[in-house]
């Protein structure tokens, strides 16, 4: 089975200031990572992911995310934020899957919510 | 590209009333899950759809229960429903055969309130 943790509810930051939204995940079997933005009244949209091969990974927007197989952890950075990124932040993993399989269910984390103060 | 679209955007029902929510996958997609979002929390897997028929579930009662048609769109059906079945219900879809089948990509959702 999997599980994520996302270790802050809330995020206060200042606009132009840098932020790391922390996530930690447990399985058994090898996994695939996603982050997902939620704004409000809206659906998920896909900010980026980790398949395999380089751990620091890029995404939409200017963010980030560093997968640390060791520490079991996918942080989420931005260097600097501003006032549009203040939505919800998800992280997701899945099972490494085959095609079809229903091993490719998500399970996400509670959520972070990042506010962007001026 | 046509991204993921789903019907209606709001709906009010009443407890034990029944209600059909609609999904279209994403251009080329063939695999269909659908996730319940409850207030201020992640989203909870339902179901997954593939070659219209369910293949994978999480953890909801037999009284949630979908279909996938031959054009892969699909439907999520609630029966009885309970006060605790208000949620943003979420549709996402994925390839099985194109690269990128790993990832899902969501439509808007439909937010259900159960009175």
């Known amino acids: 089975a999997q599980s994520v943790t996302q270790l802050d509810s809330q995020v206060p930051v200042f606009e132009e200031a840098p932020v790391e939204l922390r996530c930690n995940y447990s399985?058994?079997?090898?996994?695939?990572l996603f982050w997902y933005v939620q704004y409000p009244n809206q659906g998920l949209q896909l900010l980026l992911k980790?398949?395999?091969?380089?751990?620091l990974v890029k995404g939409i927007n200017g963010f980030e995310a560093e997968f640390n197989k060791s520490q079991t952890s996918f942080h989420l950075r931005k260097p600097s934020v501003h006032i549009s990124d203040t939505a919800e932040y998800f992280c997701a993993v899945s099972g490494r899957m085959n095609y079809g399989g229903s091993q490719g269910n998500l399970i996400f984390g509670k959520g972070t919510k990042l506010s962007v103060k001026p | 590209e046509t991204g993921v679209t789903q019907s209606p955007t709001h709906l009010i029902k009443t407890r034990g009333q029944q209600v059909t929510l609609r999904c279209s996958s994403q251009s080329g997609h063939n695999t269909v899950s659908w996730y319940q979002q409850a207030l201020g929390q992640g989203p909870q897997f339902i179901f997954q759809?593939?070659?219209?028929?369910?293949?994978g579930r999480g953890n909801f009662p037999p009284r949630f229960s979908g279909l996938q048609f031959p054009n892969y769109s699909s439907e999520l059906n609630v029966n009885a429903l309970e006060l605790d079945d208000s949620a943003l219900y979420l549709c996402?879809?994925?390839?099985?055969?194109?690269?990128?089948?790993?990832?899902?990509?969501f439509g808007p959702g439909t937010r259900l309130l159960v009175l």
């Open positions: 980790y398949l395999s091969g380089s751990t």
């Open positions: 759809y593939y070659r219209e028929e369910e293949n």
């Open positions: 996402a879809s994925r390839s099985s055969v194109l690269q990128g089948a790993e990832t899902q990509y």
């Open positions: 399985s058994s079997v090898s996994v695939y």
